[in-house]
């Protein structure tokens, strides 16, 4: 088995070192013997996205996603198969605010990939916490920091997670990001996968399910993982 990962605009889209997720996600597959390859495109580069398994969208600042926008456009048609195709894709922070619709900020709007219904605004303060956030496909929470000025609101989509602890998508509707077929749009930095493990292995069981038809996860030694993981949750919200 072979999971080939689509890292898009490193270079621009890497904010709070959003690059650990694609290093958790090629360890966890090397610990079990499944092959893995990770492609990173620039502005200039032609994407196949068939010839991809997993798309990571990292974070930027509001400039870097300007930059990014104007790109965004070219390749909008093949990336909106690839997710109605049940693509995986992890997206984080300004990566996420580019899946919705737009991302209104005093320097103008941020037009979006408008592959998930959602908006963003930009507002004041910046929303910065650390988050814990519960999602019944897991055994146990989600936790990470978060640090945005967007107000995200997702409409009728269903979101990552329940803010326990934190703010998420606009501070408002204890909601955080949201999830679409198989993708997965989160506010929330640390890197993401490397804190949670649980995630990371969704990811890789929905592209291997998607590729092969199975997903042979053997289980892994995560217990000082969830030892941390227990150690935010009791400091935040027990």
């Known amino acids: 088995m072979k999971i080939t990962i689509g890292h898009l605009y490193p ?31 620039q502005l200039t580069d032609d994407i196949d996205f068939g ?8 974070g930027g600042s509001d400039r870097e996603q300007m930059i990014v926008c104007s790109r965004l456009k070219a390749i909008q048609k ?8 049940n693509g995986v894709v992890i997206a984080v922070c300004g990566g996420y605010q580019l899946l919705g619709h ?8 941020i037009e979006g990939l408008s592959l998930v219904d959602l908006c963003t605004e930009q507002g004041s303060p910046r929303l910065i916490s650390n988050i814990v956030v519960e999602n019944d496909l897991f055994e146990y929470p989600v936790v990470g920091f ?26 408002g509707d204890r909601q955080e990001g949201v999830m679409y ?6 506010y929330i930095h640390g890197p993401l996968l490397p804190k949670n493990p649980h995630v990371c292995d969704l990811l890789l069981r929905r592209a291997l399910e998607r590729k092969y038809g199975r997903a042979d996860l053997a289980p892994l030694d995560d217990s000082q993982e969830r030892e941390a993981n227990q150690y935010i949750v009791n400091r935040f919200v027990k």
């Open 11 to 41: 270079d621009l889209l890497n904010l709070y070192g959003d690059r650990g997720n694609i290093q958790c996600m090629k360890k966890r597959c090397e610990w079990r013997g499944i092959e893995s390859e990770v492609r990173e495109f």
């Open 181 to 186: 077929k198989n993708v997965i749009g989160t």
């Open 78 to 85: 093949d990336f909106r198969d690839y997710v109605e195709d």
């Open 146 to 171: 978060e640090n945005h000025g967007g107000r995200t609101y997702i409409n009728e989509n269903k979101p990552f997670g329940r803010v326990s602890f934190g703010f998420g998508n606009n501070g």
């Open 51 to 58: 010839s991809l398994d997993i798309v990571l969208l990292g």
């Open 102 to 109: 737009y991302y209104d900020t005093p320097e103008g709007r």
